[in-house]
């Protein structure tokens, strides 16, 4: 369902011939067509080359039912140099790699002067068999908010999916990566993963070793830490903000009293949600609009995601505060369209490889916050029950352990993926080192610095000894403090 579910997405992831995969007992004992051409991808002006590549639904039965897995190779500037590909696993889960391509050329632009960089878009997003509904054009960020989640559209989703939804979980997506890999002939990969990414990248090197030659986390999702709790992990990053905007003289001196500018902002909101006019994004003609306390918090936990947008906060609370909802209408309207995420999917697999994890104590330790309380899950508690269930393999939630050159990234900032994540990832992998970088926040590798780590350790393959100097370079946030800028 490719629908921008705020509530969702804010908690929480073709000239050549055609070839034949070559038979490969790791993946799969049949042989499956790959079809690889010359193409152009949107926002990226030189040529890349696009594929699909046919693949059981269900890998326990080969001969059963095919879908088509997309993928693209952004091929290396030099490719003199012969150096191991790298192959991205997106987020969510439920974005489309290939989708991010334009992203991905220009952000790991460094590694891609001497490495290939393959993305493939997971089963159940982009062109890969998506699990999508038919969406209402009219849609947008003003009106997919929480209390739009409703049983009836979850219901009338599912009904629209053909195929079997027990098969689109982690563990086959990586069946078809490492399908992909063979495919395109190659004896190891590295692979770098982005939140849900990295679980994704987990799993990996639990199902495929031996074909990873280095591994890069970025802001962990272990196995063992289910997705859908993030209410401590968000106030914890909000309570950072809190203290430098304190800790900052020009922000402490425009807002002395945030903490109680935004208590006293829910509040209100909690008491009486406010009726706005506003203008449509697209469309231009006004639209009525009704913020609540659950979108006000919602939308200001998707700005924790970004350092430029962290800085927007005070500025957007402390307007709410004298009534002022403009700012955040404008972050709101920022974020329509941004997400490109296939929620079927997301909820395909978190309702069953996590819900069922999170027992009602994890869930009452998770709302005791002064930031949000229990938002950050209550929509999984609504829509989970409805959607139908699988069960994952025996040893899905055991700790992944592989001798795998193994780089963790985490921001200290980060609101869902704390650098706790990677400290329990890190536990039972022997061959890793943990960088925490303390002016950033969700997804290290954003940032140049964090791509000149990640290319220095896919070049030596030693997580230890980097050049972590740049990190101290970081700048913590440079908060707005007037509707017009810093004066």
């Known amino acids: 369902m490719k629908i921008k579910w705020q509530s969702l997405l804010a908690l929480s992831l073709l000239s050549f011939s055609s070839l034949l995969l070559a038979e490969d007992n ?230 002395p009293s945030l903490k109680d500018d935004f208590t006293a902002v829910i509040a209100r909101l909690e008491q009486a949600p406010v009726n706005l006019k506003i203008a449509h994004p697209r469309l231009g003609t006004k639209t009525d609009f009704v913020l609540s306390r659950s979108k006000f918090i919602s939308h200001l936990r998707m700005q924790l995601y970004s350092m430029q947008t962290r800085t927007l906060v005070p500025l957007v609370i402390h307007q709410a505060f004298l009534g002022n909802y403009q700012p955040m209408i404008g972050l709101i309207a920022m974020s329509e369209g941004g997400m490109g995420m296939y929620v079927g999917l997301t909820l395909n697999i978190v309702c069953n490889e996590d819900f069922p994890k999170i027992t009602t104590e994890m869930f009452a330790g998770d709302a005791n916050n002064t930031f949000g309380g229990n938002d950050s899950h209550s929509a999984w508690l609504q829509a989970c029950p409805l959607w139908p269930k699988y069960a994952v393999s025996d040893d899905f939630y055991q700790s992944v352990t592989a001798n795998i050159p193994t780089l963790i990234l985490s921001g200290n900032l980060d609101p869902v993926t704390p650098p706790s994540n990677g400290d329990e990832s890190a536990k039972t992998l022997p061959n890793n080192h943990h960088i925490v970088s303390k002016n950033s926040a969700h997804i290290v590798a954003s940032t140049p610095c964090g791509i000149e780590i990640v290319n220095e350790f896919l070049t030596t393959l030693n997580p230890n000894d980097l050049d972590e100097s740049c990190l101290a370079e970081l700048k913590s946030e440079t908060f707005m403090t007037h509707l017009n800028g810093n004066l």
């Open 26 to 255: 790791n993946t799969q004992n049949n042989k499956e067509v790959l079809s690889l051409e010359n193409c152009h991808l949107k926002g990226i002006k030189s040529q890349v080359q696009c594929g699909t590549l046919q693949v059981p639904e269900n890998y326990s039965l080969p001969e059963g039912e095919k879908i088509s897995v997309n993928f693209a190779v952004l091929p290396a500037i030099d490719s003199s140099q012969n150096k191991t590909p790298l192959m991205f696993l997106a987020g969510g889960p439920g974005q489309a790699s290939v989708e991010l391509a334009a992203h991905i050329f220009s952000t790991f632009g460094e590694i891609k002067k001497s490495h290939d960089i393959i993305l493939v878009d997971q089963r159940g997003t982009g062109k890969s068999h998506p699990l999508s509904c038919d969406e209402n054009e009219v849609r947008n960020a003003y009106e997919i908010i929480p209390e739009d989640f409703s049983p009836q559209e979850i219901k009338d989703c599912i009904a629209q999916f053909k195929g079997d939804l027990s098969q689109y979980n982690s563990e086959n997506a990586i069946r078809d990566f490492d399908a992909v890999r063979v495919a395109l002939g190659h004896e190891k990969i590295n692979i770098y993963g982005g939140s849900y990414g990295t679980r994704a990248a987990l799993v990996y090197m639990r199902l495929f070793p031996d074909a990873l030659n280095s591994v890069v986390l970025d802001s962990v999702g272990p196995i063992e830490v289910p997705i859908g709790t993030f209410g401590q992990s968000s106030a914890r990053s909000f309570n950072l903000l809190l203290e430098n905007c304190q800790q900052d003289e020009s922000c402490n001196s425009a807002y």
